[in-house]
């Protein structure tokens, strides 16, 4: 891989990829609204899109061709048909972000297949005409059915580090730290996550690994979210209360009515070794103090 286009990569684990592409001697190019600040200095190019514009990043991208292109910011059939329309020719690899939400609630650990956007009814729109996880499904049927590239599409289940800007674990730390209730109403509800620097990191792999279609990547480990608050307790030195419900604001996140976690053997195999969710989110918990 000497060059590739990153959509988005200027925050969370974006950030990452950047920065691992960078240390791999990689010719980047990052596409954004152009709205946020970046660190990169001149050690990248810059274009400035409409995600869900064609002629935009058509104008945008030119007669460049790239590598590998990685797509953090697809979220609807008709982004992802602009992809598959622009890149025609232009790539050798397309990476596409996508997600645990393609999957419904479980009580075993899902694999692949239990989503499989080949035969997916395609329903064409944009992002605000889906709920996130209905978009991500619709763009992977797109990608698996009308690309005429490779399409890798890495599942992440919540991504954590002291850097989400969307601060769903923090939520949890400072609802025990004010000594306030935090509303769960299924505590035993069994997640997987992955921590930014690996979502980062998986993304990278993805770009040159034998692997193609949907890989599921997280942490090798789950946890119970009543077994999260204990590390959350430890961590503070306070007892977490724990309720079944509460005003939205400070309803746990991750309070999902049932068990969400993935299969992870596909990645596995192609040689991806997850880190070890035990050994990181405790640490991160306290470094959320």
């Known amino acids: 891989m000497k060059t590739a286009l990153v959509f988005g990569g200027t925050r969370f684990f974006g950030k990452h990829l950047v920065k691992g592409l960078l240390e791999q001697g990689v010719d980047v190019t990052i596409a ?5 600040q970046d660190e990169y200095g001149d050690r990248v190019r810059r274009l400035i899109v ?4 064609k002629e935009s990043i058509l104008a945008a991208v030119g007669d460049h061709s790239y590598d590998v292109v990685f797509d953090n ?10 992809a598959v329309e622009v890149f025609a ?6 990476v596409f972000t996508s997600t645990l ?3 419904g609630l479980s009580e075993e650990p899902h694999g ?8 997916e009814p395609i329903k064409w729109g944009n992002a605000t005409d889906f709920t996130y996880n209905e978009g991500k499904r619709q763009a992977e049927a797109v990608f698996f059915q009308h690309a005429t590239f490779p399409v890798v599409a890495p599942r992440f289940p919540v991504v954590l580090g002291v850097d989400d800007y969307t601060k769903r674990l923090n939520l949890h730390v400072e609802r025990v730290q004010e000594g306030l209730p935090i509303g769960m109403p299924y505590p035993e509800s069994r997640q997987g996550f992955i921590n930014s620097s690996e979502a980062g990191k998986f993304l990278l792999w993805c770009a040159t690994a034998d692997i193609e279609g949907p890989v599921n990547a997280a942490a ?11 590390w959350v307790e430890e961590a503070v030195g306070k007892q977490a209360s724990i309720v079944p419900d509460t005003a939205p604001e400070v309803r746990s996140p991750f309070g999902l009515p049932g068990s969400y976690y993935m299969n992870l053997e596909k990645a596995e195999r192609a040689g991806y070794e997850f880190s070890k969710l035990e050994e990181w989110l405790p640490q991160l918990i306290r470094e959320l103090l």
């Open 32 to 36: 954004t609204r152009g709205q946020t």
């Open 50 to 53: 409409d995600r869900g514009n």
């Open 73 to 82: 910011i697809c979220y609807s059939s008709n982004e992802a048909q602009i």
């Open 89 to 94: 020719g232009k790539v050798g690899r397309y």
């Open 101 to 103: 939400s393609v999957y």
């Open 112 to 119: 692949e297949a239990d989503y499989d956007g080949r035969q």
């Open 220 to 230: 090798s480990g789950t946890v119970t979210l009543r077994e999260m608050m204990q």
